[in-house]
Nanobody
Framework: QVQLVESGGGLVQAGGSLRLSCAAS?????MGWFRQAPGKEREFVAV????????DYLNSVKGRFTISRDNAKNTVYLQMNSLKPEDTAVYYC?????????????????WGQGTQVTVSS
């Protein structure tokens, strides 16, 4: 059983930056970030796999968000720059043991509790 604890959410003005962190209680192979806005389904944001760190992103965040990981700390980060009001959501960290990039919530084994990100216009 792996526990995930997110931190770093908050309120920021449009154009600002936030960095989310997700600390895992054990080692995992793939870690991702998802988000869920009110009334919408949870959507994929970014993923990083393996210790080498192959990554992929939701098209609308490419060039603005960067996912990275510190394997020694079992921690994954999401650096979010040039934030927009439409980025407002609860952001969730997720982890899975299976090999390969996964884009759907059902493919992940463990979830954090979520952290609120609010971007004001």
């Amino acid at each position: 059983q792996v526990q995930l604890v997110e931190s770093g959410g908050g309120l920021v003005q449009a154009g600002g930056s936030l960095r989310l962190s997700c600390a895992a209680s054990g080692r995992t192979f793939s870690m991702g970030w998802f988000r869920q806005a009110p009334g919408k389904e949870r959507e994929f944001v970014a993923v990083i796999i393996g210790s080498g760190g192959s990554t992929d992103y939701l098209n609308s965040v490419k060039g603005r968000f960067t996912i990275s990981r510190d394997n020694a700390k079992n921690t994954v980060y999401l650096q979010m720059n040039s934030l927009k009001p439409e980025d407002t959501a609860v952001y969730y960290c997720a982890a899975r043991y299976a090999f390969g990039i996964a884009y759907f919530p059902r493919d992940y084994d463990y979830w954090g509790q979520g952290t609120q990100v609010t971007v004001s216009s």
